[in-house]
Every structure is written in structure tokens, then in C-alpha cells.
């Protein structure tokens, strides 16, 4: 099994989705794998979409010159990356009601027409990741379950579903730890410890 790991969190030492990523990997790793990759989208963020980038991106591969390859390299280099990974983990907190700018500036590099989704016969489009298992481990300051105050403001977990789903990954594993900021210290410690024990059985089980 291949593992990829991306990190968001702009926090380090405090951040609740690095502790509980590294916690997830290091069970990953104990329980055997044939390769680990990592990516830090805090420490070295993605580059975000220019015009010549949009313009290589829908240029056919046989026609771009030296100057489209090379606008496209640091997004070739992402989609051979998950492409050749079983597993995903995404850990990335809330930043806003949404995700953090890093991750989608990586999703705008990994969603390629022609590599991460192609046109049917009919014109619908399919994603190439159907085969891949994603973990999203996410932290939540506040509390957006179903029914919270805020549950309408999550726009973290959808919109992140739906680019998912659009390369392919229909049925991705979310553990979301909330609330870790505006709640008692009580309320943190037991949403981590909750979290913990779903990632644990996702190690061992799913």
C-alpha cells in the first residue's frame, strides 16, 4: 500500500490536524507499507492558477512547447504523486467556515482534464481516483454538526466532497474533530480523544 500525506494547517505545534494525521500515519506505518510520500502545503504552498497555466492545461500534450510544459510541472508532479498512491490523508483545518487557501490551490493543480478526469463517449466527465481511499482528518473550532447553531455555515465539508467526487472519490472517509476552539478545554480534549478512536479503527479496519 502506498501512502500520501498532505498536511494544511498554517499551526504546527498547536495544530489539532497535524497531531491527529501523525497519529493516523504512525498506525499506518506500524501495520506495513511499500511507500510514504508527504506534502506540506503550509511550508511550501502550491503555486495558484495563471493564464499560462489555464492556457497549458487545455493545450493538447503533443502540442505544448518547452514554455506550457514547464507552466504545468509543479501540477504533474501532483497528479503522478496521487496517482501513484493508494491512500490519501488530507489533514486541514477550518479556516473561515472553509477549507484552508493552500488545499485548494492544490486541488486547482490536481484536477486535469485528460489525467484526474476524462470525457465518456457521452461527454460526462469521469474521475481517474475511483480506486483511491481518501481520509480527510479536519478540526472544526466551533461546532457544525447537524442541528449546532453553525451547522449551516460548514462549507468546508461539501465543497471538498464535491471535488472529490468529481475525480473520482465518492465515498471519502471524513474524522473532524469540533469543537477545538470555542468550547471548554474538556470539549476539545474529548473531540480529539473521539477522533482517535475512528482513526485507529480506520487503520485496523477499513
Known amino acids: 500500500m502506498g501512502v500520501l500525506h498532505i498536511d494544511a494547517s498554517a499551526r504546527y505545534q498547536s495544530s489539532v490536524t497535524r497531531q491527529l494525521s501523525t ?25 495558484t492558477i495563471t493564464e499560462l497555466h489555464n492556457v497549458a492545461m487545455y493545450t493538447p500534450e503533443t502540442e505544448r512547447d518547452a514554455k506550457l510544459r514547464a507552466a504545468l510541472k509543479t501540477s504533474d508532479d ?8 493508494d491512500t490519501i490523508v488530507i489533514a486541514a483545518p477550518m479556516y473561515n467556515f472553509g477549507i484552508p487557501a493552500s488545499l485548494k490551490a492544490y486541488f486547482d493543480m490536481i484536477i486535469r482534464l485528460g489525467r484526474t478526469f476524462i470525457p465518456d463517449d457521452s461527454g460526462n466527465y469521469v474521475g481517474q481516483l475511483a480506486n483511491k481511499k481518501v481520509i480527510v482528518i479536519a478540526s472544526f473550532g466551533a461546532d457544525y454538526r447537524k442541528g449546532a447553531p453553525m451547522a449551516d455555515m460548514n462549507c468546508y465539508e461539501p465543497h471538498l466532497r464535491h471535488m472529490l467526487s468529481f475525480i473520482g472519490v465518492t465515498d471519502p472517509q471524513f474524522v473532524i474533530a469540533q469543537p477545538t476552539q ?14 482517535q478512536d475512528k482513526l485507529r479503527y480506520l487503520a485496523e479496519y477499513a
Not at 497519529?23 to 503555486?47: H, K, R, V, W
Not at 501532483?78 to 498512491?85: G, I, N, P
Open 23 to 47: 497519529f493516523f500515519i504512525d498506525i499506518l506505518l506500524e501495520n506495513g507499507t511499500e511507500s510514504y510520500q508527504y506534502l506540506d502545503l503550509a511550508s511550501n504552498p502550491p503555486p
Open 182 to 195: 470555542f468550547g471548554g478545554v474538556d470539549e476539545k480534549e474529548a473531540s480529539i480523544a473521539e477522533a
Open 78 to 85: 501532483y497528479v503522478d504523486q496521487l496517482l501513484a498512491a
